[in-house]
């Protein structure tokens, strides 16, 4: 089997800790200039816009040199061009680290705060933040939390090492615990281990069970309550990890976790800025034996859940914005 070519170091710096993008020209195809191609590549940006950038010299070649917009069109040739990055208004929380070495970083993630760069959340990530606050810019994610969830994620430093990191995920090498805030149940018997059937449909914003054979299993436990507001915390050890798992087995149960804005129902959405009620889901545990070093890894969140530890002030409707 002939070995893919891999291709060559961006000729970019990153820019708030973002890569810059890019582009391989196709095998084949209709164009005859490096511009026609990028300008259908690129339609979404708008009429314009590709002939702008070539103007400002923004794409360039893997010599880093800016391509003019009547060169040639060359099957295979990469082109890289950083991207207007959107507003964001800033996570006002702090990105913890748990412990750092040669190959690995572990954070302890703020709700709020996405993993990675996705959709409108680019340079507000905990990896972007990272790059720039460690000065690491090969610093990959060896899996993702939610933007919505706080608490512990790995990061690997060297990206030959990412995918044995990424492996441990895979192949549920990885022993995880989460806890959550949600109603109280009496009659909701404890401990016991969920399996059902997740779907998660693209463009669908929840994930529901569905018949079949089950693809998620979760056991969970009750940690405490307070009978004065109804809520209990729980430990929730995921045994698969289907998107959204933790919440909608929890939903399924008949106790939601406090802040959700998708289960039990769909919310609208809140505010840029507007950080005062988080989704109460903490992975609080994290741990493994390293790929590389051999060495047994156990991490623990130091965070603390707002609507356990201060339930009139999280639930509280108005608030000062920025405080979890």
Known sequence: ???????????????DGIDA?????????????VREYLTERLSAAGAGVVDGMFDAGVF????????AGDAPYEPGM??????????EVPVPFPLEIVYRDAHIVVADKPHFLA???????VTQTALARLRRELDIPALGAAH???????????????????????????????????????PYDAALALPRTVRSRILK????????????????????????HRPEHGLGRYRLVPGTGQTHQLRVHLNALGVPILGDPLYPEVAAPVPAGDFRRPLQLLARELGFTD??????????SGRSLGAWTAYEDWAAREGRAGRQ
């Open 201 to 224: 449909e693209r463009g669908v914003l929840a994930a529901r069970e569905v018949a079949g054979e089950p693809n998620a299993v979760t056991r969970v436990e009750l940690l405490a």
């Open 1 to 15: 089997m002939r070995r893919r070519t891999p291709p060559p170091p961006s000729p970019l710096p990153q820019r």
């Open 78 to 87: 990469f082109v890289w061009f950083h991207r207007e990055l959107p507003a």
């Open 115 to 121: 993993t990675t760069p996705r959709g409108g959340h």
């Open 60 to 67: 360039v070649g893997a010599d880093g040199r800016p391509v």
């Open 291 to 300: 790929p590389v070093t051999g060495r047994e890894h156990r991490f623990r």
């Open 21 to 33: 993008v890019r582009v391989r020209l196709p095998a084949d195809g209709p164009w005859s200039t």
């Open 144 to 182: 993702r939390l939610d933007r919505l969830t706080a608490g512990l994620v790995l990061f690997t430093v060297r990206p030959g090492e990412r995918g044995a990191y990424q492996g441990l995920f895979a192949d549920r090498r990885v022993h995880k615990v989460y806890e959550a805030v949600a």
